[in-house]
């Protein structure tokens, strides 16, 4: 809930501060329950300074450099206010002012709006990404630009040879490396992961990456870098990298479902991402299709994923029994050669994109039957073979009740899912440094 200013007429911000605080003289006598009246007081005064210091950032965030009036107008708070809170964080270091050159209207006269952005230097996050096929690191500014990247290919027995943690903090160190200047200022490392994660967070529990469950890597990592390491679920950085990509979707409700080497699927509810836990993530996947049907990485059979992931489709497009343990990774030229063979009308690669989009399409009638996302939107490899699929996805989605009545949701396609993983993996970590670090940095500390 926002706390709105209360005032906008004293510009002087003490006076404010006394209205809003309710702190003033009296406050200050020492009397049977003073102690506890001025604790009381100093705590709310605290937690709207940081409330309020958190508005600004998430609008800074969010919308990128805004004048000062633009951030009243978009917060909700006075203008005096905001002035006071931009002197603070101009202090600190943690934002700086920018002229704009650029004028709306041509007949605008007088001085250019003055911008205020984040400083770039002011800290930096260390971002890894990794799938059955690869590892990306990269290492990003506080303004949320790229300024380094490795890629590194990942094999079934890469973490048997290397411990996870050992693996991490060594391209850890690559980055730290070629870019010397953001070790000092270097805040927070997020990793991406697909699998069930640990209660705690220190781990996964089960991954279809090779070795890579059982140990606590986030935590070994932060120990031995001393920084803060966060897992995200893959479908939770689907769901909230598609919100900030595309803003036309920022308030709907979608469902975002990663078909390649893994089914995954976020899910956001009318602009809040939801799912089995805080995580925000689904089991999408793994929700049964078909009992005692097609062998599934995860080792149960009938999963979802055993027929709609590019291992399940290469499978049936070959004629390969149900049962045969799944390929360790399908390269991404045998994929589009399948794409290609079904283009061109082979019997068998249809079939095997036909049992994925049904697949697919009935395991989203089932989540339709308790959600109703307006827009589906299908991301990773598969999205190039949307056109073969989406016939039995609709028919399939054609079945319910739900969408009987209400219609079909929107299916789009998105090829690329690198860019909405890395986008939510940035922004959910650019946001938590944003509003667990800075917004509570006391007046006078600098970064």
């Given at each position: 809930?926002?706390?709105?200013?209360?005032?906008?007429?004293?510009?002087?911000?003490?006076?404010?501060?006394?209205?809003?605080?309710?702190?003033?003289?009296?406050?200050?006598?020492?009397?049977?329950?003073?102690?506890?009246?001025?604790?009381?007081?100093?705590?709310?005064?605290?937690?709207?300074?940081?409330?309020?210091?958190?508005?600004?950032?998430?609008?800074?965030?969010?919308?990128?450099?805004?004048?000062?009036?633009?951030?009243?107008?978009?917060?909700?708070?006075?203008?005096?206010?905001?002035?006071?809170?931009?002197?603070?964080?101009?202090?600190?270091?943690?934002?700086?002012?920018?002229?704009?050159?650029?004028?709306?209207?041509?007949?605008?006269?007088?001085?250019?709006?003055?911008?205020?952005?984040?400083?770039?230097?002011?800290?930096?996050?260390?971002?890894?990404?990794?799938?059955?096929?690869?590892?990306?690191?990269?290492?990003?500014?506080?303004?949320?630009?790229?300024?380094?990247?490795?890629?590194?290919?990942?094999?079934?027995?890469?973490?048997?040879?290397?411990?996870?943690?050992?693996?991490?903090?060594?391209?850890?160190?690559?980055?730290?490396?070629?870019?010397?200047?953001?070790?000092?200022?270097?805040?927070?490392?997020?990793?991406?992961?697909?699998?069930?994660?640990?209660?705690?967070?220190?781990?996964?529990?089960?991954?279809?990456?090779?070795?890579?469950?059982?140990?606590?890597?986030?935590?070994?990592?932060?120990?031995?870098?001393?920084?803060?390491?966060?897992?995200?679920?893959?479908?939770?950085?689907?769901?909230?990298?598609?919100?900030?990509?595309?803003?036309?979707?920022?308030?709907?409700?979608?469902?975002?479902?990663?078909?390649?080497?893994?089914?995954?699927?976020?899910?956001?509810?009318?602009?809040?991402?939801?799912?089995?836990?805080?995580?925000?993530?689904?089991?999408?996947?793994?929700?049964?299709?078909?009992?005692?049907?097609?062998?599934?990485?995860?080792?149960?059979?009938?999963?979802?994923?055993?027929?709609?992931?590019?291992?399940?489709?290469?499978?049936?497009?070959?004629?390969?029994?149900?049962?045969?343990?799944?390929?360790?990774?399908?390269?991404?030229?045998?994929?589009?050669?399948?794409?290609?063979?079904?283009?061109?009308?082979?019997?068998?690669?249809?079939?095997?994109?036909?049992?994925?989009?049904?697949?697919?399409?009935?395991?989203?009638?089932?989540?339709m039957a308790m959600f109703d996302p307006s827009h589906i939107l299908i991301v990773g490899p598969g999205a190039r073979?949307?056109?073969?699929?989406?016939?039995?996805?609709?028919?399939?989605?054609?079945?319910?009740?739900?969408?009987?009545?209400?219609?079909?949701?929107?299916?789009?396609?998105?090829?690329?899912?690198?860019?909405?993983?890395?986008?939510?993996?940035?922004?959910?970590?650019?946001?938590?440094?944003?509003?667990?670090?800075?917004?509570?940095?006391?007046?006078?500390?600098r970064v």
């Open positions: 809930m926002h706390c709105r200013d209360m005032s906008t007429s004293f510009s002087d911000i003490e006076e404010i501060r006394k209205l809003r605080y309710g702190v003033h003289n009296a406050d200050l006598d020492i009397g049977v329950g003073g102690e506890d009246r001025l604790t009381r007081n100093v705590s709310d005064s605290d937690s709207v300074r940081r409330q309020n210091r958190g508005l600004i950032l998430g609008a800074l965030r969010s919308g990128g450099p805004q004048s000062r009036t633009a951030l009243a107008g978009i917060t909700g708070l006075s203008h005096a206010s905001v002035t006071a809170i931009m002197q603070d964080l101009l202090a600190q270091r943690i934002v700086e002012e920018l002229t704009s050159h650029e004028r709306t209207d041509g007949r605008m006269r007088g001085r250019p709006a003055t911008l205020v952005g984040f400083r770039r230097a002011a800290a930096y996050v260390a971002l890894f990404e990794i799938d059955v096929n690869r590892l990306r690191a990269s290492l990003v500014d506080y303004s949320g630009v790229l300024v380094d990247r490795i890629e590194t290919a990942i094999s079934p027995s890469t973490f048997a040879e290397t411990p996870p943690g050992g693996f991490f903090a060594a391209h850890l160190d690559s980055l730290r490396g070629r870019t010397p200047q953001a070790v000092r200022t270097l805040r927070r490392i997020a990793i991406s992961v697909q699998g069930i994660l640990n209660p705690d967070n220190s781990g996964l529990k089960w991954s279809p990456i090779a070795s890579l469950a059982g140990s606590s890597f986030a935590h070994d990592l932060s120990r031995d870098s001393g920084l803060p390491v966060a897992l995200y679920k893959r479908g939770r950085l689907l769901a909230e990298g598609t919100r900030w990509l595309d803003p036309g979707l920022l308030q709907s409700s979608v469902a975002t479902v990663f078909v390649g080497s893994t089914v995954a699927m976020g899910l956001s509810l009318h602009g809040h991402i939801t799912g089995r836990s805080e995580g925000g993530a689904t089991e999408f996947g793994h929700m049964n299709h078909m009992p005692n049907g097609a062998l599934c990485r995860c080792g149960m059979r009938g999963c979802i994923e055993a027929y709609a992931a590019d291992y399940g489709i290469l499978r049936t497009s070959y004629s390969v029994p149900e049962t045969t343990p799944p390929a360790p990774s399908v390269p991404a030229q045998q994929f589009d050669a399948l794409i290609q063979r079904a283009e061109a009308g082979d019997r068998d690669a249809t079939h095997g994109f036909n049992l994925a989009g049904r697949a697919i399409g009935y395991g989203l009638s089932r989540m073979a949307l056109h073969l699929f989406r016939p039995e996805v609709e028919a399939a989605l054609s079945s319910s009740l739900v969408c009987k009545i209400n219609g079909l949701p929107k299916i789009l396609a998105h090829p690329d899912e690198r860019e909405p993983i890395f986008r939510g993996l940035m922004m959910k970590t650019l946001s938590t440094l944003d509003q667990t670090d800075f917004a509570a940095l006391e007046t006078g500390s």
